[in-house]
């Protein structure tokens, strides 16, 4: 398998909101509709970056993170938003070319941290995640607004 991973186009937009609709369907959780315009802003606004996984043409998986900008880290940090590969991909270390990428992507911009989410039906991928470093530090808290 000959996977390369590179910065999301705006041709991707259609497959990468497919694997995000397969995402918010998989985690329960309750999302707006997914629009072109919030795609198109994330690939071209320095404050996040969108990484795709593609072979033969086919992309396989996505990675979105975000940079936010905290004064207990007198910098940024990096958090990964959404991690998604096609089920027919899965197993294939997809997911880890795309981890890696955005760890790289996160020290070249000089974050101090790179940050996720675990939630209750992500639970599984603990141990993913570990492989590449990450540790648990504690529970999550949010509001809607």
């Keep these: 398998m000959s996977v390369i991973v590179r910065l999301a186009k705006s041709e991707d937009q259609n497959r990468c909101?497919?694997?995000?609709?397969?995402?918010?369907?998989?985690?329960?959780d309750q999302h707006e509709i997914f629009d072109l315009e919030t795609f198109e802003n994330l690939i071209s606004n320095e404050r996040g970056s969108l990484v795709v996984a593609e072979e033969n043409g086919s992309v396989l998986g996505m990675a979105s993170i975000s940079?936010?900008?905290?004064?207990?880290?007198?910098?940024?940090?990096?958090?990964?938003?959404?991690?998604?590969?096609?089920?027919?991909?899965?197993?294939?270390?997809?997911g880890g070319l795309l981890i890696e990428e955005?760890?790289?992507?996160?020290?070249k911009r000089g974050c101090k941290e790179y940050g996720l989410y675990i939630l209750?039906?992500?639970?599984?991928?603990?141990?993913?995640?570990?492989?590449y470093g990450f540790v648990k530090v504690g529970e999550e808290m949010r509001q809607p607004l």
């Design 102 to 107: 955005t760890i790289k992507l996160a020290k």
């Design 17 to 28: 909101l497919e694997l995000l609709d397969v995402l918010a369907k998989a985690t329960s």
């Design 120 to 131: 209750e039906s992500t639970k599984h991928n603990q141990g993913f995640y570990e492989k």
């Design 67 to 94: 940079f936010n900008l905290a004064l207990r880290y007198n910098g940024e940090y990096c958090q990964l938003e959404e991690l998604v590969v096609d089920q027919d991909a899965r197993g294939k270390n997809v």
